[in-house]
């Protein structure tokens, strides 16, 4: 699987939209991007994913560059419960293969 | 909506010492993964199966082994147990998505255990 890069941390106000970037040049042309967050302790959970065009859903939206090089979460209005753990992971299209989590980005939402 | 079960949620055990830990996957999904998290450390795929074949093998050690059985669910073995084992271990289900992905993952609640 392609290396990811995240931010160790970011922070974000209340109401406001986050971005969260991802940086994985050597993404091969069969992987996704997939993002999942953790909150405290527990399970990982299922954001969005996508290969070549954006997508959105009803929890954020993901802009992959054209040269799918890098992408970035959106979180469109923060709020305080979306304080996790962010992970952009690259992964391969068959099922039963891994989501290797790399070192995500820690979100902190203040009021 | 049902969810990834894992069983026991909290297990004690001294070192040198077995446990299993349990999981059954969302009805109808064909494909469990084990994850195991250290205190402070991000998730660390040990393993994953798809229609009871095992699928994928990450940073599991020899003295674990796991197995999905004809219900689909699915049990890690760990024995010789080590103080460093102690861990959140994290059982997640998705079924095969036929447009192209991994799909999404499911994941339970964790089972943590102690080794003392």
């Known amino acids: 699987d392609a290396k990811t890069t995240q931010p160790t941390s970011m922070d974000c106000a209340e109401g406001r939209a986050a971005n969260l970037p991802c940086n994985h040049s050597t993404i091969s042309g069969n992987e996704y991007v997939y993002w999942y967050r953790q909150i405290h302790s527990q399970g990982p959970q299922y954001i969005i994913h996508g290969l070549k065009n954006n997508e959105t859903n009803e929890m954020a939206s993901l802009i992959i560059t054209e040269d799918r090089k890098s992408s970035t979460l959106i979180l469109p209005h923060a709020t305080l419960r979306d304080t996790a753990v962010y992970y952009c992971?690259?992964?391969?299209?068959?099922?039963?293969?891994?989501?290797?989590f790399g070192k995500g980005t820690s979100l902190l939402v203040t009021p | 909506a049902a969810g990834v079960i894992q069983s026991p949620r909290h297990l004690i055990k001294e070192k040198r010492e077995t446990a299993t830990l349990k999981c059954y996957p969302i009805?109808?999904?064909?494909?469990v993964y084990w994850y195991q998290q250290g205190p402070g450390q991000d998730p660390q795929f040990l393993i994953s199966?798809?229609?009871?074949?095992?699928?994928d093998k990450g940073s599991i050690p020899d003295r674990f082994s796991a197995q999905q059985f004809s219900d689909y669910h699915s049990e890690l073995n760990m024995s010789s147990l080590e103080l460093g084992d102690s861990a959140l271990y994290f059982c997640?289900?998705?079924?095969?998505?036929?447009?192209?992905?991994?799909?999404?993952?499911?994941f339970g609640e964790g089972s943590r255990l102690t080794v003392l």
């Open positions: 992971i690259a992964a391969k299209s068959n099922s039963g293969y891994a989501l290797n």
């Open positions: 199966f798809y229609e009871k074949m095992q699928s």
């Open positions: 009805p109808r999904h064909d494909t």
């Open positions: 997640a289900s998705s079924l095969k998505n036929l447009a192209g992905g991994p799909g999404e993952l499911f």
